[in-house]
């Protein structure tokens, strides 16, 4: 199997099914040869979404992979709190987040909250520390890493 002539093929479909390719690889594992693909999007992805793209992909795959090599097709994404980039953060907002900051903000580093606003140069949380509701404006480039958090 051919992955340098498969991946531009590959991301074109998944693009065409609304979907982003974040990697593809291959390895045995067991003796079987596993073709791991991970996808992601704005839009959560649950159980049937991955079905579909899986059956989508299957079918695609056995249509322009001349290889007579047989495979398991592993279909995953980044999960329910997948790291963010910085540049696509506007496509959250609304989201609840957690932030690491790399200089202190008020004594504090991490802030998980709602992600209310996102500009060119800062983001605005909203977060709860016990019964109280604080904001806060983070300069994006304070900020050493970001992912989708779960609310409890």
């Known amino acids: 199997m051919d992955l340098k002539a498969l991946e531009p093929k590959l991301e074109s479909k998944i693009n065409e099914l609304g979907y ?6 291959s390895k045995k ?4 040869l596993i073709l791991s693909i991970v996808v992601d999007r704005v839009a959560p992805i649950d159980m049937n979404a991955i079905v579909e793209l899986s059956n ?10 001349d290889s007579k090599e047989a495979y398991m097709l592993d279909i995953s994404s980044l999960g329910a709190e997948k790291p963010l ?9 609304g989201q609840y987040v957690n932030v690491h900051v790399n200089n ?19 983001i605005t949380v909203e977060y709860r520390i016990k ?5 806060v404006v983070i ?3 304070n900020i050493y890493k970001i992912r989708l958090a779960i609310k409890f």
């Open 20 to 25: 982003e390719l974040v990697s593809l690889s």
């Open 29 to 32: 594992e067991k003796g079987d």
């Open 56 to 65: 989508a992909l299957s079918s695609y795959l056995d249509e322009i992979d």
């Open 85 to 93: 980039k910085v540049e696509s953060l506007k496509d959250y907002e």
């Open 104 to 122: 202190a903000i008020d004594g504090l580093n991490i802030f998980e909250g709602d992600l209310k606003e996102v500009n060119n140069e800062s």
């Open 131 to 135: 019964t109280r509701v604080k904001k």
């Open 139 to 141: 300069l994006l480039s």
